[in-house]
């Protein structure tokens, strides 16, 4: 199985700010990677595909890159709405989940 | 608008069987594979079983072959997980996700059901 580990656990950023979320692969999944945004008491939403593809309607300070192991979720400015957790999604070999990444208001 | 809606969900006891179902509305059901999801409390996502538009291939993930059965109906728009031999580690929100037909990744999810399993 591949296991996906996410870092931070928490992020603690001020509206406005960049937020660079990690997530690495156990073996290479190239590029088939995509992360979630959840809130709370609500299903998770495709934010991003394939690594660095925006899922329809996602807004443009979305970004992702990598491939192989190592991959990043960047927000370039977090706004209000942006603030939940960001889990992250392999296809490679099955689907398994990262254990996800909490973007909180400091 | 794309809606899945779950139900079926509650309280059993460890041993105890359940049928969640799944129904969809908003798009052409039997052109999409569709998957269950689950969330146990505090944790994160967890794949649980996937079938494809005509039933003709199905995968379970490891922690419930042989206790659970995913199925659908495609004249009623439908998607099915009944789960039998339910244990304490069972408890978790389940939700039902479609996977795109460009995107092959989980481009739309219900609201979820909430089981628990517990004496």
């Known amino acids: 199985e591949i296991v996906l580990t996410q870092s931070p656990a928490t992020l603690s950023l001020s509206p406005g700010e960049r937020a660079t979320l990690s997530c690495r692969a156990s073996?290479?999944?190239?590029?088939?990677l995509a992360w979630y945004q959840q809130k709370p008491g609500q299903a998770p939403r495709l934010l991003i595909y394939d690594a660095s593809n925006r899922a329809t309607g996602i807004p443009a300070r979305f970004s992702g890159s990598g491939s192989g192991t190592d991959f990043t979720l960047t927000i370039s400015s977090l706004e209000p709405e942006d603030f939940a957790v960001y889990s992250c999604?392999?296809?490679?070999?099955?689907?398994?989940f990262g254990p996800g990444t909490k973007v909180d208001i400091k | 608008e794309v809606q899945l809606v779950e139900s079926g969900g509650g309280l059993v006891q460890p041993g105890g069987s359940l049928r969640l179902s799944c129904a969809a509305s908003?798009?052409?059901?039997?052109?999409?594979?569709m998957n269950w999801v689950r969330q146990a409390p505090g944790k994160g996502l967890e794949w649980v079983s996937y079938i494809s538009t005509t039933s003709s291939i199905i995968y379970y993930a490891d922690s419930v072959k042989g206790r659970f059965t995913i199925s659908r109906d495609n004249a009623k728009n439908s998607l099915y997980l009944q789960m039998n031999s339910l244990r304490d580690e069972d408890t978790a929100v389940y939700y039902c996700a479609r996977r795109g037909l460009d995107v092959y990744y989980f481009d739309s999810w219900g609201q979820g059901t909430q089981v628990t399993v517990s004496s």
């Open positions: 999604q392999q296809r490679s070999i099955g689907f398994t």
């Open positions: 073996q290479s999944v190239h590029t088939y």
């Open positions: 908003g798009f052409t059901f039997s052109s999409y594979n």
